[in-house]
Nanobody, 116 residues
């Protein structure tokens, strides 16, 4: 059974940092591209950062230089280090695992709130 479990969300002040984690099970983690998406009510889910199976990364323009995605294949875990957080980063953050066009799995999400 495939599972993606996110953790690390919470309330943080503007300028602060958080690290999100997503631990996977039920599939061969190292073969999958992993991504972090976020969604606010009334808006489409958007890609924040992604990392391919070979470690290449890409980021949304809005988070470049502030967020960093990484993964540990041995722990089947992908991370999102978020720094210099802004109120507009407030969203539910979702972990995604993708294998080509054939398979895509989602976690249930973790809330990140940036507020003073």
């Amino acid at each position: 059974q495939v599972q993606l479990v996110e953790s690390g969300g919470g309330l943080v002040r503007p300028g602060g940092s958080l690290r999100l984690s997503c631990t996977a099970s039920g599939f061969t983690f190292s073969n999958y591209a992993m991504g972090w998406y976020r969604q606010v009510p009334g808006k489409q889910r958007e890609l924040v950062a992604a990392i391919t199976s070979d470690g290449s990364t890409n980021y949304a323009d809005s988070v470049k230089g502030r967020f960093a995605i990484s993964k540990d294949n041995g722990k089947s875990t992908v991370y999102l280090q978020m720094s210099s957080l802004k109120p507009e980063d407030t969203a539910v953050y979702y972990c995604n695992a993708k294998y080509g066009i054939w398979r895509s799995y989602w976690g249930k999400g973790t809330q990140v709130t940036v507020s003073s």
